[in-house]
Nanobody
Framework: EVQLVESGGGSVQPGGSLRLSCAAS????????MSWVRQAPGKGLERVSA????????YYADSVKGRFTISRDNSKNTLDLQMDSLKTEDAAVYYC??????????????????RGQGTQVTVSS
């Protein structure tokens, strides 16, 4: 059974930092490109970051570039997202997912992507 379990969410003030983690099991983690996807209240899904299977190439949405850092440890089957300089607009449920493109062109979850249950990030003063 594939399991992706996110952790590390919470409440932080604007300008603060959080580190999200995703623990994977049931897949050959090192073979998968991985992504972080978020969904803010009342908004659609947004892929914020992705990383290749070996961890050498990363992608960031313009909205988080320079503030978020994605990383992975294939020896531990974990995926991380370091979030710095958080803004109120970063508040969302964050999901880790397999695939470089876990969303369809229509902004829905791809049937090919495994995903976790999500972790809530709240940014408010």
């Amino acid at each position: 059974e594939v399991q992706l379990v996110e952790s590390g969410g919470g409440s932080v003030q604007p300008g603060g930092s959080l580190r999200l983690s995703c623990a994977a099991s049931g897949i050959t983690f090192r073979s998968y490109y991985m992504s972080w996807v978020r969904q803010a209240p009342g908004k659609g899904l947004e892929r914020v970051s992705a990383i290749t299977s070996g961890g050498f190439i990363t992608y960031y949405a313009d909205s988080v570039k320079g503030r978020f850092t994605i990383s992975r440890d294939n020896s531990k089957n974990t995926l991380d997202l370091q979030m710095d300089s958080l803004k109120t607009e970063d508040a969302a449920v964050y999901y880790c997912a397999t695939q470089l493109l876990p969303l369809t062109s229509g902004g829905r979850w791809s049937s090919r992507a495994f995903r976790g249950q999500g972790t809530q990030v709240t940014v408010s003063s």
